[in-house]
């Protein structure tokens, strides 16, 4: 007997692959930084000795091992380049050799839009102020502050100029901001500066740019009054005195609009209201005044302008009496002779006498350099007349003295001025400096004929360029000439002859 055995073992388990995590997901920002790398475990699930290798399908995913033996490991990196928005997908294939069945590992890689910054916006996008040199600070404006973009804009404001203002310096999300200008001490002009809105890291600044126009105040209206003052005289019971224009100018800038009141009943001035320069007649009424002298006033008023007053003098003489009185002046003429430029002839005397009766009486003058003193009176009396010679050209000047009075008829004195030339005139010689370096002076010549120069009249050391020549005599015609001279005492040749006629 033979025995035999037979042994059945159980067929040999194959490897097997498995692998954890079962799929894999990326998610980034377009433009962004890559996503954080994945670990795919890869493991034998069956027998024997697992050798394995690993691949992709897509070119955004990169493999940090492509094989291995028994469980390990790959790295799985997705790459976002140049990919479009959107969830893109792929696979990662794993692979056993003859017998073991491949497993795919599915791979999605979601890319999503960068998100939008926050952006500053502005209304208006630039701001101006004008306002009075002196006057009142220009109305606040205000600035709307939007956020034009994305996410959250926390933004702040800030001024470059002293005479800008800002209400609120921060804010966050849509808000405004209120600008004030100040005049203060700002001259006339244009005044710029900058109001700046920054929103942190990633957010463009904006500047505004703000004008300040500054204007110099208006000139007010200024009223001048011609004359400055008003005299009349009129004799009780007779007629009133004729009326007396008061001329109204405005001397300031501006329109200026005015107005005439008295405070008097006997003064009545017509217009009593006009508008630029222009003017009023001031009457004044005798009808109820008794004899004596009588002071008003006529002010002038205007929008803006001090008011001026113009004082009134209204005198009335007694009526008319049945005595008969006559006045007499001595002498009946008077005669002044003055030279041009120097001082005014002396005053001269006029004796004034009334016979039959004591008479009041006023003096006036008709000529500009004429002057009498006093200027009215009663009975008899001596008067001063006096002339002025400023302004007055060589030549004889008449004027008159008229001396009235109620109970008398009017006396004159005739006047005559006589005005001299001077007697010695000078004239003031000007010329072109040398440019000579060894310059030491000029000699100055001169004649009463043409060429016929002796010594030089003046020695000039240095470089002056003018000479008054004086105490040249009137009716003379005077030749000029210069040379220079250097430091060894060399002289010139001559200049060119000027002459000048003294008159």
Request: glycine share 12%; proline share 7%.
């Amino acid at each position: 007997t033979i025995p035999v055995s037979f042994t059945v073992t159980a067929a040999p388990v194959p490897p097997a692959i498995g692998a954890t995590p079962t799929s894999l997901a990326f998610t980034a920002i377009q433009g962004g930084s890559n996503p954080a790398a994945q670990t795919l475990s890869v493991r034998n699930t069956g027998g024997g000795t697992l050798t394995w290798s690993a691949s992709e399908t897509t070119g955004w995913l990169a493999l940090s091992a492509g094989s291995g033996t028994g469980n390990g490991t790959v790295t799985l990196q997705a790459t976002t380049g140049a990919l479009a928005t959107g969830t893109h997908t792929g696979s990662v294939i794993l692979t056993g050799g003859t017998g073991v069945t491949p497993i795919t590992i599915p791979v999605s890689f979601t890319v999503t839009a960068a998100p939008v910054p926050p952006a500053i916006g502005a209304t208006p996008t630039s701001l101006a102020f004008t306002a009075i040199q002196g006057g009142s600070n220009p109305a606040a404006q205000t600035l709307s502050i939007l956020n034009t973009g994305g996410g959250t804009l926390n933004w702040s404001a800030s001024e470059n100029a002293g005479w800008l203002a800002l209400s609120a310096g921060t804010g966050t999300g849509n808000g405004t901001v209120t600008l004030q200008a100040t005049t203060g001490a700002l001259a006339t002009g244009s005044h710029t500066g900058t109001l700046t809105l920054s929103g942190g890291t990633g957010v463009t600044p904006v500047t505004i740019p703000v004008s300040f126009t500054v204007t110099a105040a208006p000139v007010p209206p200024a009223i001048s009054m011609s004359p400055t003052s008003l005299s009349f005289t009129a004799q009780q019971g007779s007629g009133n005195p004729a009326a007396q224009p008061l001329s109204i100018t405005n001397r300031g800038g501006g329109t200026l609009t005015w107005s005439v009141t008295d405070n008097s009943s006997w003064i009545s001035p017509s217009p009593t209201s006009g508008t630029g320069n222009g003017g009023t007649t001031i009457s004044v009424t005798t009808s109820f005044l008794a004899a004596g002298t009588y002071n008003g006033i006529v002010t002038i008023s205007a929008a803006g302008a001090p008011s001026v007053t113009v004082p009134v003098t209204f005198t009335v003489t007694p009526g008319a009496t049945l005595q008969t009185t006559t006045m007499n002046l001595n002498p009946s003429n008077l005669n002044y002779a003055a030279t041009q430029g120097a001082a005014n002839p002396a005053s001269q005397a006029i004796s004034v006498t009334n016979t039959g009766g004591v008479s009041n009486w006023t003096v006036s003058d008709n000529a500009s350099w004429l002057a009498v003193n006093p200027a009215s009176g009663s009975g008899s009396s001596t008067l001063t007349a006096s002339v002025n010679t400023a302004g007055l050209t060589v030549g004889t000047h008449t004027g008159t003295l008229t001396v009235s009075s109620a109970g008398s008829s009017s006396k004159t004195v005739a006047v005559t001025l006589t005005v001299n030339a001077p007697a010695t005139s000078s004239i003031t010689l000007t010329w072109n400096a040398n440019q000579e370096s060894d310059l030491a002076g000029y000699k100055l010549y001169r004649a009463t004929t043409s060429g016929g120069y002796g010594a030089p009249i003046a020695t000039l050391p240095g470089n002056v360029t003018t000479f008054i020549a004086s105490g040249l005599q009137l009716g003379t015609t005077y030749f000029f000439i210069i040379t220079a001279y250097d430091l060894s005492g060399n002289e010139s040749p001559r200049s060119n002859e000027v002459n000048r006629s003294i008159y």
